[in-house]
């Protein structure tokens, strides 16, 4: 399974971006996916994630209430609508692909990853 996660770009503080999370195969469509994030020196953490048949998802504190993800099953692709966003958001994004169909926070859940799109927020 390949990856491709796209969307990322620079915005202004309180501005929204859309990242896009597209599977090359359509397995992929049948995990769970998630979506993680990496600024500077520092880990990757989780942001939200969303089973495989998009009724469950699961979000980071720190986004909770300002980012939605969602996927289209047709188009194995998994979306991160990311609204209010804030210089805090500032990082590399990416997508991953789990074992199974559930969700989870945790990074060892996942086998597949992208290979990240980086979003800047300015202040």
């Known amino acids: 399974v390949q990856l491709q996660a796209s969307g990322g770009g620079l915005v202004q503080a309180g501005g929204s971006l859309r990242l896009s999370c597209a599977a090359s195969r359509r397995t992929s469509s049948n995990n769970g996916m998630g979506w993680f994030r990496q600024a500077p020196g520092t880990e990757r953490e989780f942001v939200a994630a969303?089973?495989?048949?998009?009724?469950?998802?699961l979000y980071a504190d720190s986004v909770e209430g300002r980012f939605t993800i969602s996927r289209e099953y047709a188009k194995s692709t998994v979306y991160l609508q990311m609204n209010n966003l804030n210089t805090e958001d500032t990082a590399v994004y990416y997508c991953?692909?789990?074992?199974?169909?559930?969700?989870?926070?945790?990074?060892?859940?996942?086998?597949?990853w992208g290979k990240g799109t980086l979003v800047t927020v300015s202040s």
């Open positions: 991953a692909s789990g074992r199974s169909s559930t969700i989870s926070r945790n990074t060892d859940y996942y086998n597949y």
């Open positions: 969303i089973d495989w048949r998009g009724g469950n998802t």
